[in-house]
Nanobody, 116 residues
Framework: VQLVESGGGLVQPGGSLRLSCGAS????????MRWYRQAPGNQREQVAS????????DYADSVQGRFTISRDNAKNMVYLQMNKLEPEDTAVYYC??????????WGQGTQVTVSS
């Protein structure tokens, strides 16, 4: 089983990034998907989630209206479009797959740094 994130990097405040997460080794369409992030000294927090079919999404208040989660079940991919980035968005972003309590997987994370 693998979840591999990509697309992180350094961006100026107000800029945009698109994170991608590729899945393999499990039946992707049977899992809801989430993005988490963890900044230094902080607990890991959920940023966004998307249902198995992609018809339901949910966002943390801090990113509502700026971030968009999406998925492509044919490609086993989940995405996080991040717009109007702020320095407070600086963190390692993780992809997470959830089926039930015994079937969960984490990616290795990708660094996002928002700084001028």
């Amino acid at each position: 089983v693998q979840l591999v994130e990509s697309g992180g990097g350094l961006v100026q405040p107000g800029g945009s990034l698109r994170l991608s997460c590729g899945a393999s080794g499990f039946t992707f369409s049977q899992y809801s998907m989430r993005w988490y992030r963890q900044a230094p000294g902080n607990q890991r927090e959920q940023v966004a989630s998307i249902s198995r079919s992609g018809d339901a999404t949910d966002y943390a208040d801090s990113v509502q209206g700026r971030f968009t989660i999406s998925r492509d079940n044919a490609k086993n991919m989940v995405y996080l479009q991040m717009n109007k980035l702020e320095p407070e968005d600086t963190a390692v972003y993780y992809c997470y797959a959830y089926w039930d309590i015994t079937h969960t997987y984490w990616g290795q994370g990708t660094q996002v740094t928002v700084s001028s």
